[in-house]
């Protein structure tokens, strides 16, 4: 419980023996907790361990069942509903908190509009917004909408609104679950720049190479007790993951079963052309796990919508175990036994207003009819299997899927995939945002199904994933077909190189190894 | 087919407009009246029409423009295109909704034109140069007059009225006024909108609700329609007797056939609006001096003068 | 592998919790008639509810219908017109015939023919142009609402189109008449009701709206045949007007332009009364009929007492529906 560099700092935001409990469940037990002007404090742990709780009430939106905060040297009550804001402490969601169809400059002022006479001043508005914008170096244009920014323009345009707002406490929840690496960086050199400028900032990720990187200190928080705040330098990412779970966490990645080259080749893909597809080819082998490189944006998607029939393919050809097949709608790649599992759990994957089983059948529904009504009894049964056999956990069935963790809601959108029992499974970020313990399990379903012998794509911007899983990887730049690496090659540098653009081709022979 | 007629009338029109540029001493005269959305106000639609085809062949030098609006607004942007765009002389309208419309026909008035308003009374005094209306008091003092004829000892009685607008509380004062002092009970009175389906149901509720009612007073024919048919389906058409109003021909024919359920229908006729057009024609065309205004009596349609009220043509 | 948190293995609950949100409804459907009740002595009489459930009921089929299209995310505005057009086209259709077939059970039948093929190629209309067309649906089935009316204002001559005595005689007892003194629309609601509410929970096609209305991106990526499935929801609700179309004609034998009036906003008011969400992901067709009868007894009790005056008529109406739907909120707040 050190702080070696200036522990003579007075925190700024403390909270002192802070438990809360919903009702008759206790999710937090007696927290301390505090952030210095200038310092970076990760909070880490596994799902469902407390942090999002922590958060919310260090930025008031919940009150604690007991204990203090003290911000700035006083014992305060903390405003519901965001109103601490005003007092400098600025809660950045998970789930960005921006309205889509507003102007980068209306949401930086949202809220606290600069007004005269009434009336807005949009002139004024837009040229603070693209001063904000330009001390962050982010070009973005500040009359674009929302909308058509990229995940982590929206996140800087995040920032720029709680640097308008004078932040003196940033809270940040998962910034970097969505981003590249680059981009990842990117949100880093800024962190970095604000805490040099005095900000406090409180962190959490699931990435622990990150923390090492970017925090001074850590928390790890485990079924709502607080394990230990350390300072980085103390720390390994092993010894981390270690306190988050409570147990040695050895093997993360299962060994690889050797891939075998005489294995026929399932899917094959000629010079397929899409939006935002150009001229892509490759061939994917039963049981094998084919990774899917490149950075966000790249057009991975865009290549996995085109071959299921989700976005139309302007040219080239796809064959499937040597047919031809030209899918214009998903039931058909259903039915040809191609399953693709969008990155988009929340906004494509899953009705989250809806329990578990309606999500769980709904790609398969027809298999649940007898004589042309549904027969719940079968879908219950699906749904025991799915529970079973993916470790679903949820209060009870009828619980609206929205309000499962997002572990739970990618492994019920696994076994929604996998009710179609599909040779072929496209995984687009199926680790996105959930924790190391949940990540292990995926990992481990993976390999499991290529042991099988069914075919996998595996689409993924955590290059230690792609490298872990995968029998070969593509690298998608820009659309088009950077490399394919496999063996020794694989490896994250040289990923890194193809990514980026700065090795290209060469192994355009092995693309149909 | 009508709207072919009116496609007819609107040629005839448009061709006449043509030479109405040329000669100075011809007229042009605007009605304006809301869209046919019941009976009555279908009957005002195909008596204004039929008018203006009869008028425009006798005076070749009148030119009618004619609209029908569907509610206040619409027909305010009527009469103001009339006013700028057709340069009108005399306007005879028939105000959807009197009050919101007295300022824009005021403004008429003011730009020197001629100004006939039928029916509907507007909320100042003195704008129009003529008024055209039926006698509403007095449909509702006829009617008070039949049922203390038919009914001397008195007796248990229900109201269905119209819709909550002036007319139709002129009409049910005048009508209580009347039945003042005698024996007859009013149950209860309940708005039936002029409409067919809600006459249905208000006179089923009223069955359902007052085991004894001698007679029934529906106001208009459309509503009388709804509440024969609940009658009917209670099976109580032997006890009591309903009488409507405006004078539909189905109601008419009934009355003339010498119907026990529905005895007489008092008139309230929508060839009013002829009337007015008429009127403002011969002012506005042969400079015959017509203000004030005239009142259209409301008369009682018995069996034995039904048959004066039959009009095969008219589709009301 | 255990995952330290405070969620256990899912287990399947059969068990419905009864909360404000599924008895709300219910409530204040029960409010009212202890209401009615009170007020009057025949409120509960056999003629009294016969005679509201026998009137809700063209209401009823639509909000059925109507159920459906919000349930799948989609709004039909245009149903109040579209049945007065049906109604318009039956009538004329019938008259017609008489000439030729005389006056027989056959011009009724067809008739009705007629005026079901008419409700399902305006639905089709409606759902082509949603779905095919990429138009609101607000916008479209507000234009068609446009149409029908002054279609059959045209169709009416402006005046009101009657059936012709004779065959509206023959025609009278399927309103009138019934199977062991429940009238036929009665009956046919009931009918309707059930199938709806077996489609709704028992068939993919039921999922399947309440999917697309949650989420139709997540429909899409399900291989959801998203925009058949709400040109289907669509053509069942124009169906379904024709259905209560049927019933409505031998009432009066009678059209015109104020036929259907505000219907749809009846019919809409009903759905959401009963449950559903306006904004689709969720509808329950059982609620719809709870919402009918809500709605038809309000106007009844209105005409079952004189203390409130006529004029305040819509206040009542208004506090009604607003308390229907607070009940559903219940106490969640606390």
Not at chain 1, 438 to 449: E, F, G, P, R, W
Request: charged content about 20%.
């Amino acid at each position: 419980m050190s702080d070696p560099q200036d522990s003579a700092v007075r925190p700024i935001l403390a909270a002192h023996r802070i438990s809360k409990s919903f009702g008759e469940i206790p999710v937090l037990f007696s927290i301390d907790f505090d952030v210095r002007p200038g310092e970076v404090h990760a909070i880490i742990g596994e799902n469902g361990a407390g942090k999002s709780t922590l958060i919310k009430i260090l930025s008031g939106i919940e009150q604690p069942t007991s204990g203090t905060i003290e911000y700035d040297g006083q014992t305060v009550t903390l405003p519901p509903n965001g109103q601490a804001e005003a007092m400098g402490i600025v809660l950045i969601h998970q789930e960005l908190n921006l309205a889509e169809d507003l102007t980068v400059a209306d949401s930086i002022f949202l809220g606290r509009e600069l007004k005269r006479y009434g009336f807005l001043q949009s002139g004024e508005m837009r040229r603070r917004a693209a001063e904000i914008l330009d001390t962050l170096h982010v070009h973005v244009d500040p009359d674009a909408r929302i909308r058509s920014l990229s995940i982590a323009d929206k996140q800087m345009v995040e920032i720029a609104k709680a640097i308008s707002r004078d932040a003196r406490v940033l809270i940040m929840d998962e910034p970097t679950a969505v981003l590249s690496v680059g981009e990842t960086q990117t949100l880093f050199d800024q962190i970095r720049r604000l805490t040099a400028r005095g900000v406090a900032v409180v962190f959490i990720s699931h990435k622990l190479d990150e923390i090492m990187q970017l925090a001074q200190r850590v928390t790890v928080l485990r079924d709502g007790q607080l394990i230990a705040t350390v300072g980085t330098e103390a720390l390994t990412p092993d010894s981390i993951a270690q306190m988050m779970v409570g147990r040695e966490l050895s093997n993360l990645y299962p060994p690889k079963h050797e891939p075998d080259v005489d294995a026929p080749v399932v899917l094959s893909v000629r010079h397929l052309s899409a939006p935002g597809v150009h001229d892509i080819s490759f061939d994917l082998r039963k049981g094998e796990i084919l990774g899917f490189a490149g950075l966000i944006g790249s057009g991975r998607t865009a290549i996995a919508e085109a071959v299921v029939g989700l976005a139309r393919r302007s040219e080239g050809e796809v064959e499937l175990e040597g047919k031809p097949v030209n899918f214009t709608r998903v039931a058909q790649s259903v039915d040809a036994g191609i399953a693709y599992m969008t990155k988009d759990r929340k906004g494509k994957g899953l009705l989250l207003n809806m329990g578990l089983r309606p999500n769980l059948t709904l790609l398969t529904l027809k298999r649940h009819l007898r004589m042309g009504f549904l027969d719940s009894a079968s879908e219950e049964r699906a749904l025991e299997r799915s529970v079973r056999r993916f470790d679903i956990r949820a209060r009870d069935a009828s619980v609206a899927v929205g309000r499962l963790s997002g572990g739970n809601q990618q492994k019920l959108m696994l076994g929604k995939t996998m009710e179609s029992e599909p040779d072929i499974i496209i995984m687009d970020e199926p680790t996105r945002g959930i924790d190391v313990g949940t990540k292990q399990q995926i990992y481990h379903i993976i390999a499991a199904l290529a042991a099988e012998g069914k075919s996998i794509i595996l689409i993924s911007s955590e290059l230690q994933e792609v490298i872990g899983l995968s029998h070969r990887v593509a690298v998608i730049r820009t659309g088009r077909l950077a490399g394919v690496l496999e063996g020794a090659e694989i490896a994250e540098e040289e990923i890194m190189r193809y990514a980026a653009g700065i090795k290209q081709g060469g192994h355009n022979e092995r693309i149909s190894a | 087919m009508k709207l072919i007629k009116t496609l007819l009338a609107a040629t005839v029109l448009a061709g006449a407009l043509g030479g109405a540029a040329i000669a100075q001493d011809k007229v042009t005269i605007g009605v304006s009246v809301p869209a046919a959305d019941h009976g009555w106000t279908g009957g005002v639609n195909y008596f204004a029409q039929q008018t203006i085809d009869r008028l425009s062949k006798v005076y070749p030098d009148a030119t009618f423009v004619f609209a029908s609006a569907a509610d206040a607004p619409k027909q305010i942007a009527d009469i103001e295109d009339m006013v700028s765009t057709r340069n009108i002389d005399a306007l005879v309208i028939l105000p959807g909704d009197p009050d919101a419309m007295t300022s824009a026909i005021k403004q008429v008035k003011d730009a020197g034109k001629f100004v006939t308003v039928v029916d509907r009374q507007l909320s100042i005094d003195g704008v129009e140069d003529l008024y055209v209306a039926g006698d509403n008091p007095g449909l509702g003092t006829n009617t008070a007059n039949y049922f203390k004829e038919a009914m001397p000892d008195g007796g248990n009685i229900v109201v269905l009225r119209g819709l909550p607008i002036p007319i139709d509380q002129q009409r049910v004062d005048a009508f209580m006024a009347g039945i003042e002092g005698t024996n007859i009970k009013v149950l209860d009175d309940e708005f039936a909108n002029w409409n067919r389906d809600d006459g249905f149901k208000v006179m089923q509720d009223f069955l359902t609700r007052f085991p004894d009612i001698k007679g029934v007073w529906a106001q208009d024919d459309d509503t009388a329609v709804g509440a024969i048919e609940a009658i009917k389906q209670a099976g109580r058409e032997d006890e009591m007797f309903i009488v409507g109003g405006a004078g539909m021909q189905q109601m008419i024919q009934r009355v003339a056939d010498g119907d026990k359920l529905m005895p007489v229908d008092v008139s309230y006729n929508p060839a009013m609006i002829s009337t007015a057009i008429e009127l403002t024609t011969a002012h506005a065309v042969g400079g015959v001096p017509v203000s004030g205004r005239y009142i259209l009596e409301s008369t009682l349609i018995t069996q034995e003068n039904a048959s004066e009220f039959l009009d095969e043509e008219s589709p009301f | 592998m255990s995952v330290s948190a405070p969620e256990v293995p899912a287990k399947p609950a059969r068990g419905m919790r009864i909360d404000f949100k599924t008895v709300g409804p219910l409530l204040a459907l029960v409010l009212l008639v202890l209401l009615g009740i009170s007020l009057n002595e025949n409120f509960l009489s056999y003629n009294n509810i016969t005679n509201v459930l026998a009137r809700s009921s063209f209401i009823g089929i639509i909000a059925i219908g109507a159920t459906f299209v919000i349930t799948a995310g989609g709004l039909d505005l245009s149903v109040g017109s579209m049945a007065a057009v049906v109604a318009g086209v039956m009538i004329i259709v019938m008259n017609a015939l008489i000439p030729s077939m005389g006056v027989s059970v056959g011009v009724v039948l067809i008739g009705m023919l007629a005026g079901l093929a008419v409700g399902g190629a305006a639905g089709i209309g409606n759902g082509l142009m949603v779905t095919r067309g990429r138009i609101e649906a607000f916008i479209v089935t507000l234009g068609t609402m446009g149409i029908f009316r002054s279609l059959v204002t045209f169709l009416a001559d402006g005046g009101t189109l009657s059936l012709n005595f004779n065959v509206a005689d023959l025609y009278r007892p399927v309103y009138y008449n019934g199977i062991l003194g429940v009238p036929w629309p009665i009956i046919v609601f009931a009918l309707v009701a059930i199938g709806g509410e077996i489609v709704m929970r028992r068939t993919a096609f039921g999922r399947y709206c309440a999917a697309i209305g949650s989420s139709e991106q997540v429909s899409r990526y399900s291989s959801i045949n998203v925009d058949n499935v709400r040109l289907i929801t669509y053509i069942v609700q124009g169906i379904l007007v024709g259905v209560a179309v049927l019933l409505y004609v031998p009432r009066l034998g009678s059209a015109s332009s104020t036929t259907g009036v505000l219907w749809e906003l009846e019919a809409i008011a009903a759905v959401i009364i009963g449950g559903t969400t306006l904004k689709g992901g969720y509808g329950r067709i059982w609620g719809t009929v709870v919402g009918v009868i809500i709605l038809g007894l309000i106007g009844n009790i209105l005409n079952l007492q004189s203390f409130i005056s006529p004029y305040l008529n819509g206040a009542f109406q208004g506090v009604i529906i607003i308390l229907a739907v607070l009940l559903q909120r219940g106490r969640r707040a606390a």
